[in-house]
T-cell receptor
């Protein structure tokens, strides 16, 4: 199993541009999570999906952020327009359920200049 | 959701046991306790989890107090490669995993 796969690993973009982060969860996992990590705020849950349906997006900071999960093997996190304060490492994780562990991807380091 | 308190940093001598505490006084009955570690900016790595009983695996042991208000992660023989930030975390609210602020463990010779 290749684990949770995120792309790109690094993204540098100019303020105002659209950014799309991608995630492929582990096959068979029915829950997918997007986290953001910064020095100031630590690991924050942005949104999570169960069976491709968004369940809790209360962590999404602003309307500039949106996430989709069109099928069980793919999810995107989009920021439009991006701002310098969005610079962070974004992690995707997937799980069978709360008693089965959560597997994280390697993350996407986003820098908005 | 439970709120967590962890020491900011700890030191441990190589070969000795590292005991990392986490307070979670507001934990509810259906929230699992999870421990992860993170080395540099890699993705968090799963270590162990439990609900009420103590747990042990090849990496570590998890001791949960009877009232479930605190837990301790034990690395029985710490090595230099165990230097990392260790997070306790909690499930709840339908399956989401919420992280604490983490403890920077430094293992030294």
């Amino acid at each position: 199993d290749a684990g949770v796969i995120q792309s790109p690993r690094h993204e540098v973009t100019e303020m105002g541009q659209e950014v799309t982060l991608r995630c492929k969860p582990i096959s068979g996992h029915n829950s997918l999570f997007w986290y953001r990590q910064t020095m100031m705020r630590g690991l924050e849950l942005l949104i999570y999906f169960n069976n491709n349906v968004p369940i809790d997006d209360s962590g999404m900071p602003e309307d500039r952020f949106s996430a989709k999960m069109p099928n069980a093997s793919f999810s995107t996190l989009k920021i439009q327009p991006s701002e310098p304060r969005d610079s962070a490492v974004y992690f995707c994780a997937s799980s069978f359920g709360q008693n089965y562990g959560y597997t994280f991807g390697s993350g996407t380091r986003l820098t908005v200049v | 959701d439970a709120k967590t308190t962890q020491p900011t940093s700890m030191d441990c001598a190589e070969g000795r046991a590292a005991n990392l505490p986490c307070n979670h006084s507001t934990i509810s009955g259906n929230e699992y306790v999870y421990w992860y570690r993170q080395i540099h900016s890699q993705g968090p790595q799963y270590i162990i989890h439990g609900l009420k009983n103590n747990e042990t695996n090849e990496m570590a042991s998890l001791i949960i107090t009877e009232d479930r208000k605190s837990s301790t992660l034990i690395l029985p023989h710490a090595t230099l490669r165990d230097t990392a930030v260790y997070y306790c975390a909690f499930t709840g609210g339908g399956n989401k995993l919420t992280f604490g602020t983490g403890t920077q463990l430094k293992v030294e010779l």
